[in-house]
Nanobody, 122 residues
Framework: QVQLVESGGGLVQAGDSLRLSCTASGRTFSAYSMGWFRQAPGKEREFVAGIKWSHTTYYADSVKGRFTISRDNAQNTVYLQMNNLKPEDTAVYYC????????????????WGQGTQVTVSS
C-alpha cells in the first residue's frame, strides 16, 4: 500500500516557476515508478511526466524542455520542477505510483494523491 501527498501548487504568472513535491509512505518507494498527471477544467486527466526506479524519465511533448521530474528515494519524494509556466499549464496536478514502468497510461497507476492546484495567469 502506498499513500501519496502532493504539495507546492499555487498561483503564479506566465513565465514563472514552481516545484511540486509528492511524498510517499511505505518502505518500497524506490521500487515504484512515479508519474505526474494533470487535469484542467473540462478536460481529461493527462500524463505529464514519469520516472522509473532507475531514474529514467519520460515527458509529454507539451512540457519537454520546461518541466523536469526527479526523485529522492531516501526522502520517498518525487518532484516536478516546472519552468516557464504557461496559462495552458493551469490544472490540478496529481502524483501517481505503479509497480512497473513509468508508462503514460492513466489506468496503469494504482496509487494516487489528492492533487494540488496550479494556476498560471497571463
Amino acid at each position: 500500500q502506498v499513500q501519496l501527498v502532493e504539495s507546492g501548487g499555487g498561483l503564479v504568472q506566465a513565465g514563472d516557476s514552481l516545484r511540486l513535491s509528492c511524498t510517499a509512505s511505505g518502505r518500497t518507494f524506490s521500487a515504484y515508478s512515479m508519474g505526474w498527471f494533470r487535469q484542467a477544467p473540462g478536460k481529461e486527466r493527462e500524463f505529464v511526466a514519469g520516472i522509473k526506479w532507475s531514474h529514467t524519465t519520460y515527458y509529454a511533448d507539451s512540457v519537454k524542455g520546461r518541466f523536469t521530474i526527479s526523485r529522492d528515494n531516501a526522502q520517498n519524494t518525487v518532484y516536478l520542477q516546472m519552468n516557464n509556466l504557461k496559462p495552458e499549464d493551469t490544472a490540478v496536478y496529481y502524483c501517481a505510483a505503479r509497480n512497473g514502468d513509468a508508462v503514460p497510461v492513466l489506468g496503469a497507476y494504482g496509487y494516487w494523491g489528492q492533487g494540488t492546484q496550479v494556476t498560471v495567469s497571463s
